[in-house]
Antibody, heavy 120, light 112 residues
Framework: EVQLVESGGGLVQPGGSLRLSCAAS????????MNWVRQAPGKGLEWVSV???????YSADSVKGRFAVSRDTPKNTIYLQMNNLRPEDTAVYYC??????????????WGQGTTVIVSS | QSVLTQPPSVSGAPGQRVTFYCTGS?????????VHWYQQLPGKAPKLLIY???NRPSGVPARFSGSKSGTSASLAITGLQAEDEADYYC????????????FGTGTKVTVL
C-alpha cells in the first residue's frame, strides 16, 4: 500500500527546534517531488517546502532560512528540520507526494499529519 | 496570504448543483499551469479530487467536475450529497515563487 506516515510533532517553546519525519511505503521517495504542507488551526492549507528527486529544495518565504527539508534514501524518509520556531508556526504538518514528473502536478498521496504547537 | 482566492462558503440543498471559483493571476492559473482541487473532510488530510484542471482520480464520483478559463478555475458538484460537506481547496503553481505551489483560500461547502 502506498502511504506516508508523519511523526515528530509536539509542543516546543518559541525559538526552539523540532524535526518532523515522513516515512514512505509502497513507492520510492527519490522518484517523486516530496512536499510539506501545513494548516494552522482553523485556517487553510499553506505549502511549506519541496525536495526534488535530486537534492534541490525550495521553501516558502515564511519559513525560508528557518526550515530545511532533507531526505534519507535508505530509510525512504523525508524530514523537515524546523529551527527558530515562532507561535505562528503552530499547525498540523502534512507531507505529500507530487503525483507526476512536473513540479506543478497535484499531490496525490498525503500523510495523516503531525501537530506542532509553539508556545511558552 | 494566498495568491489564489476562493469564496469562504457556498451552500446548497441535497441534489442541487453548486459551483465556485478559484481566482488567480497571470503568474499562476493565467500562465496555464494546471489547477488541482482537494476535498478536506473535518479532521482529515486533504484528498486529491480533481487534477490538471478537469481530471478525476480513480474512485472520485462523476458528480465532481473542474474547468479553467483565463485566470480562474471552477469546481462544480452536481447532485449534492450530505457527504460532500467539506472544505475544498484549489492549488496551482506560481512562476514568481521558485518551486512554489500555491493553495487557494478554501471554500466551505454546506449541505442544507
Amino acid at each position: 500500500e502506498v502511504q506516508l506516515v508523519e511523526s515528530g510533532g509536539g509542543l516546543v517553546q518559541p525559538g526552539g527546534s523540532l524535526r518532523l519525519s515522513c516515512a514512505a511505503s509502497g513507492f520510492i521517495v527519490t522518484h517523486n517531488y516530496m512536499n510539506w504542507v501545513r494548516q494552522a488551526p482553523g485556517k487553510g492549507l499553506e505549502w511549506v517546502s519541496v525536495i526534488y528527486s535530486g537534492h534541490s529544495t525550495y521553501s516558502a518565504d515564511s519559513v525560508k532560512g528557518r526550515f530545511a527539508v532533507s531526505r534519507d534514501t535508505p530509510k525512504n524518509t523525508i524530514y523537515l528540520q524546523m529551527n527558530n520556531l515562532r507561535p505562528e508556526d503552530t499547525a498540523v504538518y502534512y507531507c505529500a507526494r507530487t503525483s507526476g514528473s512536473d513540479l506543478w502536478d497535484g499531490f496525490d498521496i498525503w500523510g495523516q499529519g503531525t501537530t506542532v504547537i509553539v508556545s511558552s | 496570504q494566498s495568491v489564489l482566492t476562493q469564496p469562504p462558503s457556498v451552500s446548497g440543498a441535497p441534489g442541487q448543483r453548486v459551483t465556485f471559483y478559484c481566482t488567480g493571476s497571470s503568474s499562476n492559473i493565467g500562465a496555464r499551469y494546471p489547477v488541482h482541487w482537494y476535498q478536506q473532510l473535518p479532521g482529515k488530510a486533504p484528498k486529491l479530487l480533481i487534477y490538471a484542471d478537469n481530471n478525476r482520480p480513480s474512485g472520485v464520483p462523476a458528480r465532481f467536475s473542474g474547468s479553467k478559463s483565463g485566470t480562474s478555475a471552477s469546481l462544480a458538484i452536481t447532485g449534492l450529497q450530505a457527504e460532500d460537506e467539506a472544505d475544498y481547496y484549489c492549488q496551482s503553481y506560481d512562476r514568481r515563487l521558485s518551486g512554489s505551489s500555491v493553495f487557494g483560500t478554501g471554500t466551505k461547502v454546506t449541505v442544507l
